[in-house]
């Protein structure tokens, strides 16, 4: 029997960046399933930090972590594009960066086409460029979080995959990769599969739905330097692009297809789908898809991050459900679940922000 203070499921962004933070109050052990850490989801996300994405508690914790992402992201402008229907989709995005403060320009089809020189006319009749926007190291990132676990004298396990959990007296035991671990505090942030620990522990789900994205990577115009190329999102349904390199782009139609956890694999149709977009809106020719892949991002009914102890259930901690922002918020999110994990006052530029314990709890799902 292995004992530790605190034992941390998930060895993606959100298990390794909390994981990283509670090693300075006790022994930490993560668990991941895999062979190294960010297999799923973390391992696969374009991870470009942007406040297109949720709605404003989602946004403000991505403000509060601008900070700390810059040390592992490159600033990269991002071209938000509407056509003419989604004009009103672009005023409200523009609404939400002035809120922000973040630094903006309102262009117009012609500038927009300056900067993304493949855009057709009729996909861009007016565009918002965020000039503050991260393209972010992923990878760097999850090894900085795992060195400083490491540090603080804490543990990386992996090819853990949990196949019991126990409740025995003020302490959690959890049977990974055929060791048995036990601590008083258990966090969950198992990704996809979080619904599924809790059930193992005895503890009711909060009802998070797994949901497939497809990225694919084709190359770009013969000859053509993209790296100086935007992000390019969509202002309402359609796709991102943007460069990989000199001479590879990458795009996704942003799709949200339901899913079972899984090691998530791309579908022909949703590749397909992804090229044809990309083509109708721009004068790329995507003659051959040199890479594709899916990833599952999690989501709570109300699409909120879980972070809290589980009703009746001491010492179970929720560090799921950061759908496809993990990354972009991980920052300010863990910060807060070390305040819930080990009884600290909430973070105080979070309750400046108007951000409350309550509102990431999973006691607001009923759980």
Same mark, same amino acid.
């Given at each position: &029997? ?134 972010? +190291? ?66 009711? *789900? ?24 935007? $992000? ?21 139609? &942003? ?60 010492? $179970? ?27 600290? *006052? ?12 309550? +509102?990431?709890? *999973? ?5």
């Amino acid at each position: &029997m292995r004992q530790a203070d605190m034992l941390v499921i998930g060895g993606g962004v959100a298990g390794l960046s909390l994981a990283a933070r509670l090693a300075r109050h006790g022994r930490v052990v993560v668990l991941e399933g895999e062979s190294a850490p960010g297999y799923h989801a973390s391992g696969r996300s374009v991870a470009f930090a942007h406040f297109g994405l949720g709605e404003t508690r989602v946004r403000t914790l991505t403000a509060l972590s601008m900070a700390e992402l810059a040390r592992h992201g490159t600033v990269h402008p991002a071209l938000h594009i509407a056509s003419a229907a989604q004009i009103g989709a672009l005023d409200a995005l523009e609404d939400v960066h002035r809120a922000f403060g973040c630094d903006t320009t309102r262009i117009g089809p012609d500038e927009a086409l300056e900067m993304m020189p493949v855009l057709r006319p009729d996909a861009c009749a007016a565009a918002l460029v965020d000039h503050g926007s991260l393209k972010l +190291d992923t990878d760097a990132m999850l090894q900085a979080h795992a060195a400083s676990l490491r540090a603080d004298g804490g543990e990386l396990v992996t090819s853990a995959r949990v196949s019991a959990i126990a409740r025995e007296g003020d302490r959690w035991r959890v049977e990974a990769g055929g060791v048995n671990y036990t601590a008083q505090i258990l966090v969950n942030a198992a990704g996809a599969w979080a619904d599924d620990i809790a059930q193992l522990a005895g503890v009711a *789900p909060v009802g998070l739905q797994p949901r497939r994205r497809t990225v694919i990577s084709f190359a770009a115009p013969e000859g053509e330097d993209v790296r100086g190329w935007p $992000f390019t999102k969509t202002a309402g349904e359609g796709f991102y692009l943007l460069p990989e390199g000199r001479g590879q782009l990458l795009a996704s139609s &942003m799709d949200q297809t339901p899913s079972e956890p899984c090691d998530a694999a791309p579908e022909e149709l949703d590749i397909a789908i992804a090229a044809d977009r990309v083509e109708k809106a721009t004068t790329l020719a995507i003659r051959r898809i040199s890479h594709s892949w899916a990833g599952l991002r999690s989501f709570a009914p109300d699409e909120l991050p879980v972070i809290g102890e589980a009703a009746g259930a001491s010492g $179970f901690f929720w560090c799921a459900g950061q759908g496809g922002y993990g990354f972009q918020t991980a920052p300010a999110l863990s910060r807060i679940a070390e305040s819930v994990v080990v009884g600290q *006052p909430f973070p105080e530029d979070c309750v400046a922000a108007g951000l409350t314990a309550a +509102d990431f709890a *999973p006691a607001r799902l009923g759980a």
